[in-house]
Each structure stands twice: as structure tokens, then as C-alpha cells.
């Protein structure tokens, strides 16, 4: 095969890096040696015991330094030198990946913290004010039920105002969550992170200051609401494409399920805090959880690594297990699953791969290599395609050619994403599910305090067990989804139940307290069990589909198809509530109702294909027998 060596090219985030010919290796500093053939891979003690000046991440050949690598990690690492602590290759993998986990969830339970003041706040805003002992320098006016509300909340439209700073806030964040997956894809998602929370605290913060200044423009209010909207699409697209990076297929469900209770915890923490200044100074009900989404978000700059090559870790397999008896691409792939610190080994394309998924997000400039006539290959049919071509020597696994040639991958553009099977039955799915969702979030508390004697504090403590459901709901539906392999039957069973719980929610709940509290953990179950599922599992399985061939790259922007999209409904939910509050409750619910409805239409024909794959996958069964 020809070769071409090519010059420094520039990487994803801007640096100049080098491709890798075939005629140099690296060696420990990060250097090539223009006499060397091979690359020879370090031993599992020298992989450990040393930090990386240097990574090469072969899926497309890029070279990253360790300016790649948080402040906060370089610092463990030095100390861990120091110490010499040394961990084998799974251990140390297990520990970033644990890392990972941990703090994508404060991060996201941050993020959530900081968007639930404004359901708490809209009960002091406007409320009831005959009920209340006007203060000794009053002086009455013709509109005496209203002097304890703050302007401009409290005349006539009011409902109708607190449902426009909804909106404003989940409008701007369905309008950014189309742009913010396309950004994420393409800068370091440390720095995407950190600086959109940094940014959320700030008009979180900016909002809470309107108490102290003495501000009553609803302009005012509008744009702080806006702009943390925008900043807050920042958020699930980068948490959930860095742990898709170190995550592969195996028990994804159940371990996205655990993890996707950061919402529902970050919706808790943000009802308790706010609720907790709500009676004599609402403007720290913003400023608390403000404050709190900033502090994250420089803990996040300081040690969240966004890839597992930043740090020399195994790149996870996100294509289904091999099958079969193919000896040498069993070996092949199993070398390429070793941790190293230095070297990262891709499994070799083939051009029939590309025959069989069709081609998503790949350069042209790629087309130029040629097939293998290596008699050593025995790819697979379904072998997806990698980004980079890497010839085996598998009579000798610790003897491994260099790739001929760089092969760019490019990030996968929308609507190429959108023709990924599945992505438009779930982005419109969640479009109706994340409506009944945020309608419950953002209009629950101020429900339970017209329906019920409670405090606007009593009132936001108990819209906190909705979220405790979702918590269960979650973990539910990622296990039974990993048990069954089932994802789209197992939304439509919770929804399907959701829709009369609903109604029996509306008609007793409020009966008595006792009554509240179990249905509206039930309810809470059902609806965001669903939601949860689509939006972290599902979305990672169809971001890493088998038509992509392998590219990484695509992860981000389907999260942010489907996220977005259903941020659209979110948007439209508490907007339309506001009004039909006003004709009674019983009308909102029978448009959560609706809802849920033609949320499970939409996955009908999901449901008949995974219903015909298991009769075919237990008739091959009886026949092997």
C-alpha cells in the first residue's frame, strides 16, 4: 500500500499535532525515531508508573499533550509518583471511571439544583394576601389582596406572567440544545462544562439579586431567565457523552439509571434550599444555588477527564460482543483492549463494513486507502468500521505495524444523525414525555399550595417526593431494560400506566396527606422512568449505532437531537399550564394525559419490532434445540 507522510495537522482543539507514518515509533518522551519499524508496547509496570508527556490516540491518529489533562489530575498523578503507588491496568481504569461517575453527577445534580428555585419562588411572587397580617406602615389601597405580591406578579395576568419566565428559560434551552451538541462534539467538554456552569450560577445568581435592588421589570426577569437557559444546554450533552466515552454497552441501563438520579436528587436539593428562604427572602432561593452550580463547575475544571485517552485508559467497546470462531480477530481485538499508556490500538476497517451500515460522518479523504491483502484478515460481515487501518501480525502479537496513514474523522452533522434508526421515534417521544415531566417540575408546587392549606415551604417539601419516585422510576427502567434488551416496550409499559395513575393522582391526592404522598411517588415513577431511559441510555445506544462504523463523534449531537426535542416540550408544558390553570386543574391534567398518550403512539412501531425479534429470537432458540 502507498504511503504518504503527511505534516503537522491540527487537532480537534486547536493544537498542532503529528501523524504517525509508518516508518517511526514513539518512544517514553513522546518523541518519533525515524529508525525504528515498530512500535513496541511498555510493559504493564512502566504503563502505571509513569504519567504521560504524551497520549496517541490512534482512532485518527491524533497526539494530545498533557495540557489535555485537568490541573487537578495532573496534581494526583504527581503525588501518586511520589508515593509510588502503582495500580494494575483494571484497577486504575475502575478508579477514573468511578471518578468519572462521580463528578458528571454533581455536576448534573447542580445543574438541576439551580433550575428549581423558580417553581418554589412563583408561591411568594403571587399568592393569597387576605390570608396574610399586612405590616404596621401599610397603607391600604383598592386592590388590597395583592400588596405582599411583587410587581408585575401580582395583577390579573399573573398566571400568565409566571408562566412566560418558564417558557423564556425552556424555550432558550431548546434552541441552545440543538447548537450545544454541535459545539461539544468539537472543543474539549472540560472546558464546554466548567465555563456553561460558571455562566448558569451567574444569572441564576443575577435573578436573586432582583430581591435586594428593589427590581420589578419583568424584562429584567425574562432575559436572566433566558440566558441561564442557554448556558444550562451546556450541561446533559457533555455529561452524557463523557460517560458514554467510558462506558461501553455492557449493563448500561442499569448503571445510567443510578446515574440519571442526579435529576431527580438536584431537583430535591434545589426545592429543600430554596424553600428554605422562600418566606423572608426569596432573592437566596437563586442566589444559594447560584453559587453552588459555579463552585461545581470549577471542581469540574479542576479533575473531570472528558476520554479515557486523555489518561491512557481502555477505550470501552461500544459494539455488541464477537461472535464466532474468528481466532485472529478475536486477537487482534483483545490486544486492542490492553491499557496503555502511550499507544492505542484500533481494530482494522474493511470496506465491506461500510457496504453493510451504509457511511455516517466519515471524510472522503478516507476512501483513498486501500483493502488488505493481509491473509491474516477474517473480518466478520458485521464488523463495524474503525477509523484507522492497522495490519496484524498475529503469529506475533507483541510485533504490531505501524497505520500507513492518518484517517480523519469528522463529527457527524444533524442530519445525518437524524437518519440513525430510532432517533426521530424517540426525540418525538420525548417530546411529549418531557412535557408531562417539567409541567410536574415547574407547576407542582404551586398546585399542591391551591389545592391544599400548606405553606409555600410545606408545599415545595412535598413536590420533592415526585422526584423521589423518578429516582426508583430510573433505576427501573434502566434494570428492566438491560434484563429484556427491550428499551422501547419497557417506556411504553410506564407510560401506559402512567396515563389513569394521572387522573386517580388528581381526583384523591388531595384527600389526604397520607394519600398525596404515596401517589405522588408513584406517579413520579412513571413519568420520569421514561424520560430517564431516553435520555441516557437510549440516547448513548443510538449515538454509538452500528451505522455510524465506529465513529465516537456522534455521541453528543444525538444526545442533543433527542434532548432537544423534548427540551421543545418541556418548553411548552408550563406554558400552556399557566393559562389553563386558570379554567381549573383538572384541564392541565387531562393535557399530561393527552400527553403520555401520544407519547406511547409514537413508539408503536418500535414496540412491533422488538415484540417480532423475540418470537424470532426464541423460535431459533426451539430450533437449536
Known sequence: MMQRNRGPTRSTHGEVTSSVSSAGSINDVGSVS????????????DRDSRSPSLIVRMAGTVLRNRRDVAWGVRFIQKISDCCSIKLSPAKRDFWYQVSVLFITFISYTAYHLSRKPISIVKNVLNQNCSMLTPPIDFIPTNNTNNWCDWAPFGGPDSETLLGTLDSSFLFAYAFGMFFSGFIAERVNLRYFLSLGMLMSGFFTYLFGVAFSRGIHNIYFFIFAQAMAGLFQTTGWPGVVTVVGNWFGKGKRGLIFGLWNSHTSLGNILGSVIAGAFVEYNWGLSFIVPGTIIGLSGFFVFLFLVPKPQHVGCTVPDHEPQATGSESHTSQAQNYQSTPARNVRLPQPPLRNARRTYGSVGYDS?????????DSNYHIRDDTPLISSYLPYDTSNLNEIISPPDEVKIKAVGFFAALRIPGVVEYSLCLFFAKLVSYTFLYWLPRYIGNSTNFS????????????????FGGIIAGAISDMSG???????????????????????????????????????????????????????????????????????????????????????????????????????????????????????????????????ERRQRRENL
Request: glycine residues 8%.
Open 34 to 45: 525515524p529508525n525504528d519499524h515498530h512500535i513496541q508496547p511498555h510493559s504493564d509496570e
Open 365 to 373: 479523504e478516507s476512501d483513498d486507502l486501500e483493502e488488505s491483502s
Open 456 to 471: 409555600a415551604q410545606q408545599a415545595a417539601n412535598l413536590s420533592t417526593l415526585f422526584d423521589v419516585g423518578g429516582i
Open 486 to 616: 427491550m428499551n422501547a416496550s419497557c417506556c411504553a409499559g410506564m407510560l401506559g400506566i402512567a396515563i389513569p395513575m394521572m387522573l386517580v393522582y388528581q381526583s384523591y391526592g388531595t384527600e389526604s396527606l397520607w394519600a398525596n404522598i404515596v401517589l405522588l411517588i408513584i406517579v413520579g415513577l412513571l413519568v420520569n422512568g421514561p424520560y430517564c431511559l431516553i435520555t441516557t441510555s437510549i440516547s448513548t445506544e443510538l449515538g454509538t449505532h452500528p451505522c455510524l462504523l465506529g465513529n465516537a463523534r456522534a455521541l453528543a449531537t444525538v444526545v442533543a437531537i433527542i434532548d432537544g426535542t423534548g427540551s421543545i416540550g418541556a418548553a411548552v408544558g408550563p406554558l400552556l399550564a399557566g393559562p389553563l390553570s386558570d379554567y381549573g386543574w383538572k384541564y392541565v391534567f387531562y393535557m399530561l394525559m393527552i400527553s403520555d398518550v401520544l407519547a406511547l403512539l409514537l413508539l408503536i412501531r418500535l414496540v412491533s419490532h422488538e415484540v417480532k425479534r423475540l418470537f424470532q
